[in-house]
Structure formats: structure tokens, C-alpha cells
């Protein structure tokens, strides 16, 4: 049966996540497994109305195929909130929206990496990057990611000894970890980059997602010709719409627009207009200062349970933003061992083995916080901190 197959497809490794999340929907289960935005907080009234109003004012227009690159309204939004928000530059005309940013990962793939080429991944790393480039059947050459950053040594190493294709990282509150770069390793990490042929594939799904702390300077603004943006409205609006973008150089830009059309011709046109709508009919700030409000109260609730119930010896992270947090068990004890024993005692995380490309049995965990009510997340996290206790001792 095999032989039906690619061997693009064959390669990419099996998700194993998708097996946890199953044993996770049962009901009286206390999951912190899941890696979705808080669904109480979309704006559902205001989404009827905007496409309401889009189908009396624009009809057929906005039913009928649009361009590839996308909606032009839309880019030059995107574009403008750069300049309000982060004091960035950027042509709308280097601004392709895509079906979720997660599409942003594959068109990059389709359009820069040949067959054995390095790619460079922050470890822990996002799944779904993981997923997408390996269709691409690159070599990857994980890079560890501390509490403050990018491995500076191993960045170096790896870039004196490989050709780095790209290197791709979610320098904001990153999934899974929760993690940031810290000001002063994102100048390291650009001072290493600065010159090469690297592309820095800059995965920022998150960054909107602030509790607290400075807003620190992406790497775009820092090494703008060697860097690939990506943004999503998934986090900060609804992910159903699936309308992502990328921000690339000018000497990227047509190839990737080809990919795109190659893919699916352009996203959404109507979820396009919908989004721009609403955005027009509606003040996002207020809406994402909401959710920031509500996720930065659910980690409180989080970290503060952890550091009443977790033996010492854990580490963790506590994320300035974002929707997860991470934690280390001592060396040596397998994260999915204590994960069997936490699905018999009804509460779930992911155990850390799929973030990395080639490591099992892991000694971290993913804890997601934007789903869970405080007072749940305070039981459940006395459960797990009852469990790991057991466990290690
Ligand atoms: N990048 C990261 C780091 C993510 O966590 C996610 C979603 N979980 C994505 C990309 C994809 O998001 P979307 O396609 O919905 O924009």
C-alpha cells in the first residue's frame, strides 16, 4: 500500500498530538492540552453584522474570485498597523495574505527549500512548522531554545558548518513554550544572520498577545532583507476564517505569490471582506485588550497553582503573553509516562516528545491556559502537581 504514496508524504512524521487531543475531549477531563483561542471571546454579533453588510453593500463583488496577492484594503491595513503599532515600515506590496500563517509555511517551503537543504528550528518548536517543511525533506538542525532565546553557540556552530537555508522561530511567546527572545540575543541572533544568505522565517501569531513587559523589536526591523514575517488574525480574531499574511522582500515576493496561486489561486475572498468589515465597523484594540485582559489572568492562575502544587525541582516558564507555558521535569523522566497517569486521573497536557525533531520521551510539557476558567485551572493543576510528585519520588 506504501508505494501509492510519495515519498514527500511518507517522511512527514505522524502527528501524535492528534491522538492525545482525542483522549482529552472527554468531558470531566481537565485539558490543558489544547492549543485553541478562548472561544467565549469572539466577537459573534459584530462577525453577523459585518457580513451581513457585506453581502447588502457588495454582493456579487465580494462572492466573485479576487487576486492572489489579496485584498487590497486589507494589506494596506495590515500595513498601516505596522506603522502605529510596532513603528515598522512596509509596503502593502509586501504583503501577501494567506490561508492562515500556517499556509505562510508552506508556500515558503514550496518556494526555498530543495530536497536535504538546512533549516534551522528553534527545539522546542512549533509542530505544525515541523510538518510543513519536513514535506520539503529538508535537514534539520534543531537549535535549543533557553528561557531568554536562541542557543547563541549552537546558532554559530551550525551556521559555520551548514549553508542555512532558513532558520524559523516564534521569537514572541512562543508554542510551545510560552518563551520569548530576549532584546539583547535577538541582536546576537541578527548579527550572526546579518550578511549570510539565512532567510529568518519570523512565526508571530502571538505578539498582539502582550500581558506585560516592553514590546521588543522584531527581527524584521532588524535584518528587513533577510527576513520573512509572518501574522495571523487566528489569534486575535477567529481562526475559522483562516486569513493569515506573510511580509517579504521584494526579491521573494513574486515567487511566492506564484506558490500561493499554484495552492488554492488566493483565501477567501468573502472572509477577506467580512475581516475587513469589521475592522472598519469596529475597534480591534478594544477587542484584543479583552483577551489580553482574560489570558493574563489565566496564567496568573496557572503560575500561581504550579508554585503551590509542583515539587520545587520543576521549572517553568511565566510567559509575558501568549497562551502557553512550559514546564521542565527533572532529567530523566519521561513527560509522556507521567501523561498516561494524568489521563487516568482526568487532566491532560502535551507531553514535550512531537516539538522536537528527534527526540522521545522528553522531560517537558506544554500546559495551555486560554481555555481553562481559574478556579478549573487551580484544581487541575493540583491534580498534575499531585501526580508528578508521585512520579518523582
Ligand atoms: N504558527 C504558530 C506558532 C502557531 O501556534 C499557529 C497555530 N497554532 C500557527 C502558526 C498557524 O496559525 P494559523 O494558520 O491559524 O494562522
Same mark, same amino acid.
Given at each position: 500500500?506504501?508505494?501509492?504514496?510519495?515519498?514527500?508524504?511518507?517522511?512527514?512524521?505522524?502527528?501524535?498530538?492528534?491522538?492525545?487531543?482525542?483522549?482529552?475531549?472527554?468531558?470531566?477531563?481537565?485539558?490543558?492540552?489544547?492549543?485553541?483561542?478562548?472561544?467565549?471571546?469572539?466577537?459573534?454579533?459584530?462577525?453577523?453584522?459585518?457580513?451581513?453588510?457585506?453581502?447588502?453593500?457588495?454582493?456579487?463583488?465580494?462572492?466573485?474570485?479576487?487576486?492572489?496577492?489579496?485584498?487590497?484594503?486589507?494589506?494596506?491595513?495590515?500595513?498601516?498597523?505596522?506603522?502605529?503599532? $510596532?513603528?515598522?515600515?512596509?509596503?502593502?506590496? %509586501?504583503?501577501? #495574505?494567506?490561508?492562515?500563517?500556517?499556509?505562510?509555511?508552506?508556500?515558503?517551503?514550496?518556494?526555498?527549500?530543495?530536497?536535504?537543504?538546512?533549516?534551522a528550528i528553534e527545539e522546542p518548536g512549533?509542530?505544525?512548522?515541523i510538518?510543513?517543511?519536513?514535506?520539503?525533506?529538508?535537514?534539520f538542525l534543531p537549535i535549543p531554545l533557553h528561557?531568554?532565546?536562541l542557543d547563541?553557540?549552537a546558532?554559530?556552530?551550525?551556521?559555520? /558548518?551548514?549553508?542555512?537555508?532558513?532558520?524559523?522561530a516564534?521569537? %514572541?511567546?512562543?508554542?510551545p513554550s510560552?518563551?520569548?527572545?530576549?532584546?539583547?540575543?535577538?541582536?546576537?541572533?541578527? /548579527?550572526?544572520?546579518?550578511?549570510?544568505?539565512?532567510?529568518?522565517?519570523?512565526?508571530?501569531?502571538?505578539?498582539?498577545?502582550?500581558?506585560?513587559?516592553?514590546?521588543?523589536?522584531?527581527?524584521?526591523?532588524?535584518?528587513?532583507?533577510?527576513?520573512?514575517?509572518?501574522?495571523?488574525?487566528?489569534?486575535?480574531?477567529?481562526?475559522?476564517?483562516?486569513?493569515?499574511?506573510?511580509?517579504?522582500?521584494?526579491?521573494?515576493?513574486?515567487?511566492?505569490?506564484?506558490?500561493?496561486?499554484?495552492?488554492?489561486? !488566493?483565501?477567501?475572498?468573502?472572509?477577506?471582506?467580512?475581516?475587513?468589515?469589521?475592522?472598519?465597523?469596529?475597534?480591534?484594540?478594544? !477587542? #484584543?485588550?479583552?483577551?489580553?485582559?482574560?489570558?493574563?489572568?489565566?496564567?496568573?492562575? $496557572?503560575?500561581?497553582?504550579?508554585?503551590?502544587?509542583?515539587?520545587?525541582?520543576?521549572?517553568?516558564?511565566?510567559?509575558?503573553?501568549?497562551?502557553?507555558?512550559?514546564?521542565?521535569?527533572?532529567?530523566?523522566?519521561?513527560?509522556?509516562?507521567?501523561?498516561?497517569?494524568?489521563?487516568?486521573?482526568?487532566?491532560?497536557?502535551?507531553?514535550g516528545?512531537?516539538f522536537y525533531v528527534n527526540r522521545?520521551?522528553a522531560?517537558t $510539557?506544554?500546559?495551555?491556559?486560554?481555555?481553562?476558567?481559574?478556579?478549573?485551572?487551580?484544581?487541575?493543576?493540583?491534580?498534575?502537581?499531585?501526580?508528578?510528585?508521585?512520579? #518523582?519520588?
Amino acid at each position: 500500500m506504501d508505494h501509492i504514496f510519495s515519498d514527500r508524504i511518507s517522511d512527514v512524521p505522524k502527528s501524535f498530538l492528534r491522538e492525545i487531543l482525542k483522549t482529552t475531549v472527554n468531558e470531566d477531563v481537565i485539558s490543558f492540552a489544547g492549543g485553541l483561542p478562548n472561544r467565549d471571546l469572539f466577537p459573534i454579533q459584530e462577525i453577523k453584522k459585518a457580513s451581513i453588510k457585506v453581502l447588502d453593500e457588495f454582493g456579487g463583488d465580494a462572492l466573485q474570485y479576487s487576486t492572489s496577492e489579496g485584498y487590497s484594503e486589507l494589506r494596506k491595513w495590515i500595513s498601516e498597523r505596522y506603522a502605529s503599532k $510596532m513603528g515598522l515600515t512596509v509596503n502593502p506590496d %509586501n504583503i501577501l #495574505i494567506t490561508t492562515g500563517s500556517q499556509q505562510g509555511l508552506d508556500l515558503i517551503g514550496k518556494t526555498l527549500i530543495n530536497e536535504s537543504e538546512s533549516v534551522a528550528i528553534e527545539e522546542p518548536g512549533y509542530l505544525g512548522a515541523i510538518q510543513a517543511f519536513s514535506l520539503y525533506r529538508p535537514n534539520f538542525l534543531p537549535i535549543p531554545l533557553h528561557f531568554d532565546g536562541l542557543d547563541l553557540e549552537a546558532l554559530r556552530f551550525a551556521s559555520e /558548518r551548514y549553508a542555512i537555508k532558513l532558520i524559523y522561530a516564534v521569537p %514572541n511567546f512562543q508554542n510551545p513554550s510560552g518563551l520569548s527572545h530576549s532584546d539583547e540575543n535577538r541582536d546576537e541572533v541578527a /548579527r550572526i544572520l546579518s550578511g549570510s544568505q539565512t532567510i529568518f522565517v519570523e512565526d508571530d501569531p502571538y505578539g498582539e498577545l502582550q500581558f506585560r513587559g516592553e514590546k521588543r523589536r522584531s527581527y524584521y526591523s532588524r535584518i528587513p532583507e533577510q527576513t520573512i514575517l509572518l501574522g495571523s488574525f487566528s489569534k486575535i480574531f477567529a481562526p475559522s476564517l483562516r486569513i493569515g499574511w506573510m511580509v517579504a522582500p521584494n526579491r521573494l515576493m513574486e515567487k511566492l505569490i506564484i506558490a500561493k496561486q499554484a495552492s488554492d489561486l !488566493h483565501t477567501n475572498y468573502f472572509g477577506q471582506r467580512i475581516l475587513f468589515q469589521y475592522l472598519t465597523d469596529n475597534n480591534l484594540d478594544l !477587542h #484584543i485588550t479583552k483577551i489580553r485582559a482574560k489570558y493574563s489572568k489565566q496564567k496568573d492562575a $496557572m503560575v500561581a497553582a504550579i508554585s503551590k502544587y509542583f515539587p520545587k525541582e520543576i521549572r517553568y516558564s511565566d510567559p509575558d503573553g501568549g497562551m502557553f507555558l512550559w514546564a521542565i521535569l527533572p532529567e530523566g523522566i519521561s513527560s509522556r509516562a507521567v501523561f498516561d497517569l494524568a489521563i487516568e486521573k482526568k487532566v491532560a497536557f502535551v507531553p514535550g516528545d512531537p516539538f522536537y525533531v528527534n527526540r522521545t520521551n522528553a522531560n517537558t $510539557m506544554r500546559l495551555n491556559f486560554s481555555c481553562v476558567d481559574e478556579e478549573t485551572i487551580e484544581i487541575g493543576i493540583r491534580r498534575l502537581g499531585k501526580i508528578i510528585s508521585d512520579f #518523582i519520588t
